[in-house]
C-alpha cells in the first residue's frame, strides 16, 4: 500500500531515499498554521512517524489560513485534527498527539524524541528558546514563520549560531530573558522589517508593538512558509540535499524569493544587547532599521 500511495515520489527519490523518509520521526511543537501544515505535507511526503504537541482548539479566526480549520473543525483539538488528517492520507502512520502546551522543564526531552525537531508554538520566545537548545542537543531543528506577506525559513545544526543571534536576540537567553526582552514595545520596534518586507500596515505594526494585535497572516505565505520548512525537512532525512541551514535561510517576500545569510554584524549586536549596558543601542538600531538589514545579504 505504501508503494501505490507515494508511487510517483520514486520518480524523485531512490528507494533507499524514500525508506529514511518514511523511517524518519518529526517532533512538532504546534499544530496551527505551520506545524499542522507541515505535518500534512510530510505525511503526503511519506514520513510516518510524528509527534504532534498543541494545546489549542480551532476558532473561526483560522479559516483564513490554517489547513485543518473548516467550520466543522472550529472548537477541536488541532492536534488532534491534524493525527486525523495524517491518518486519512496514509492509515499506516503512527502520529502521537499531546493535546497540552510543552512546559520548559521538558524542553530537552521533547526534543529529542525524534530525528528533526520544528517548534512552530504561537509564543515566539519559546520557539526561539527551543531552536537555540536544538543547537546545543546537535538535534536539526527548523525555524519558520510568516509575518504577514513575508516568510522567512532555515534548519538550525550544531554547527550553525543560535537562532537568538541570527534574530538579533539576546545572546544565548533562556526562555525567561527571552519572553521579557520580546514583549518590551521598545524591543520590538527592531521588527520594523515586519511593516516593510511584510507589508503590514503601519497600524496594526503600532498595535502589535505594545500587544495589541497578533501577527497578521495570509494564506499564500503561511503556506510557502510550510512548504519551504517541510522540503528542508525532506532534505535532513532524505540525505538527498544540502539544507539552506543558518546562517542562510530563505527570504520569501510578494515581490521576490531569495536566498539569503544573516551577517556577523547580528551576531554581534546579539552580544551587545545581551548586556544591561547594550540595551542602550535599542533605540539608536530602532532609529535606524536599515542597520540590523544591513547585516543581511543574499548570496549569489
Known amino acids: ?44 511526503s511519506g514520513v510516518e512517524n510524528f509527534v504532534l504537541y498543541d494545546f489549542d482548539e480551532y476558532s473561526i479566526s483560522n479559516l483564513n489560513r490554517q489547513i485543518g480549520c473548516f467550520l466543522e473543525t472550529i472548537g477541536r483539538k488541532k492536534a488532534e485534527v491534524i493525527k486525523d488528517q495524517i491518518l486519512a492520507i496514509n492509515p499506516q502512520a503512527n502520529v502521537i498527539a499531546h493535546t497540552r502546551a510543552v512546559g520548559i522543564e521538558e524542553m530537552d526531552q521533547v526534543i529529542l524524541e525524534g530525528d528533526v525537531f520544528l517548534p512552530a508554538a504561537d509564543e515566539w520566545p519559546l520557539s526561539i528558546a527551543m531552536l537555540n537548545r536544538a543547537k546545543e542537543l546537535g538535534k536539526p531543528a ?29 545572546y544565548k537567553a533562556n526562555y525567561e530573558q527571552l519572553k521579557k526582552f520580546m514583549t518590551n514595545p521598545q524591543n520590538r520596534q527592531i521588527l520594523y522589517y515586519y511593516r ?27 503556506w510557502v512558509t510550510g512548504s519551504l520548512a517541510a522540503l528542508e525537512i525532506i532534505k535532513i532525512v532524505s540525505k538527498k540535499w544540502k539544507p539552506v541551514a543558518a546562517p542562510r535561510y530563505w527570504e520569501v517576500t510578494a515581490e521576490s524569493g531569495k536566498i539569503r545569510k544573516f551577517g556577523i554584524g547580528r551576531r554581534l549586536m546579539s552580544r551587545l544587547i545581551s548586556r544591561p549596558a547594550g540595551l542602550k543601542i535599542i533605540p539608536f538600531l530602532i532609529k535606524n532599521p536599515n542597520l540590523v538589514k544591513l547585516f543581511t545579504k543574499v548570496i549569489k
Not at 8 to 35: A, D, H, L, P
Open 1 to 44: 500500500m505504501y508503494e501505490k500511495i507515494f508511487e510517483r515520489n520514486y520518480g524523485v527519490f531512490s528507494e533507499e531515499e524514500q525508506t529514511r523518509i518514511r523511517k524518519s520521526k518529526i517532533v512538532i511543537v504546534g499544530s496551527g498554521g505551520i506545524g499542522g501544515l507541515v505535518a500534512v505535507i510530510l505525511a503526503r
Open 142 to 170: 527548523i525555524m519558520a514563520y510568516p509575518a504577514g506577506a513575508l516568510a522567512r525559513v532555515c534548519v538550525f545544526l550544531p554547527e550553525s549560531p543560535y537562532a537568538g543571534e541570527c534574530l538579533v536576540q539576546p
Open 196 to 222: 516593510t518586507s511584510g507589508s503590514w500596515t503601519q497600524d496594526w505594526f503600532d498595535d502589535f508593538v505594545v500587544g495589541k494585535k497578533p501577527h497578521p497572516q495570509i494564506c499564500p505565505s503561511v
